[in-house]
């Protein structure tokens, strides 16, 4: 083959498998709920973690383990993407009569999506009290009344992320806090913003430094070895920590930043 049509060639190959490459690198970007979820709860962590000092990528990793990136019926129901405990005064979620789809393979909580399944589809249970804060603001929150509120109600549903993380971030991130975990985690932050500022929160060696501080071990926020794993498997497959750095460093939106650069 004559050597110059050879180097166009080449060319061409390289730049059809160039973004194959880069997209991989990022894999849970392809999956359109990863990004509807991430479109909403980012500049919600961004805010709280530049007035509370937590890692914000960090912060929507664990978001996205703990709610199954907002599908989890928990989460649909109270805004408790993080599924923190309710402390004794909270409003917690009740027990629930809730039916199954056999066919969907999810639990169903919205009236009008229930209407839609065959009664042969769907298996009745009651659901244990979930022990997690109700996010949803009264009369609803604590009880068995309105549960898609905030399915069909988006800024309700934005005011219950960011009242959720708000509290990780103050009453669970605490100097005071029983959980040691949490109280040394919260005085190394305080250290790491005080020497170096707040920019060193969006590094990927403090956001792996406090999934590992928090979980994996007893008396944390998760126990489970693996947990931290699996968190920081997401934060890097979503590309977490760029995303944040593209939004806070370069002022890019949701959208730009979510491209693969």
């Known amino acids: 083959m004559n050597a110059r049509y050879l180097v166009p060639s080449m060319l061409m190959i390289f730049s059809l498998l160039s973004p194959l490459n880069a997209s991989s690198k990022y894999s849970l970007r392809k999956y359109q709920h990863v990004k509807e979820f991430y479109r909403t709860i980012t500049p919600i962590v961004i805010k709280i973690s530049k007035e509370k000092n937590i890692p914000p990528a960090a912060v929507l990793a664990i978001a996205g383990v703990e709610s199954g990136y907002g599908r989890g019926y928990v989460c649909q129901i109270t805004g408790n993407v993080l599924s923190l405990g309710a402390y004794k ?29 065959p009664k042969s589809d769907l298996v009745y249970k009651t659901r244990a009290p979930s022990l997690k804060k109700d996010y949803r603001p009264l009369p609803y929150a604590g009880s068995y009344k309105n549960l898609a509120l905030l399915k069909y109600n988006n800024n309700l549903k934005k005011r219950a992320y960011a009242a959720c993380v708000n509290d990780f971030a103050t009453k669970w991130l605490n100097t005071e806090s029983k959980i040691k975990s949490f109280q040394e985690a919260r005085v190394w932050l305080n250290s790491i913003v005080k020497n170096k500022g707040y920019s060193a929160l969006l590094t990927q060696k403090v956001n792996d430094e406090f999934i590992s501080q928090v979980g994996g071990k007893p008396h944390s926020f998760n ?39």
Do not use: C
Request: no cysteine; net charge positive; hydrophobic share 35%.
């Open 89 to 117: 005064s909270d409003p917690e979620l009740p027990a629930l009569y809730l039916p199954y789809s056999k066919s969907k393979k999810k639990i169903l909580f919205d009236p009008k999506e229930i209407k839609k399944h």
């Open 223 to 261: 126990y489970r070895e693996t947990w931290p794993k699996k968190v920081k498997l997401i934060m890097d497959k979503a590309g977490l920590v760029e995303l944040v750095k593209y939004m806070q460093k370069q002022n890019m939106n949701f959208n730009e930043a979510w491209k693969e650069h």
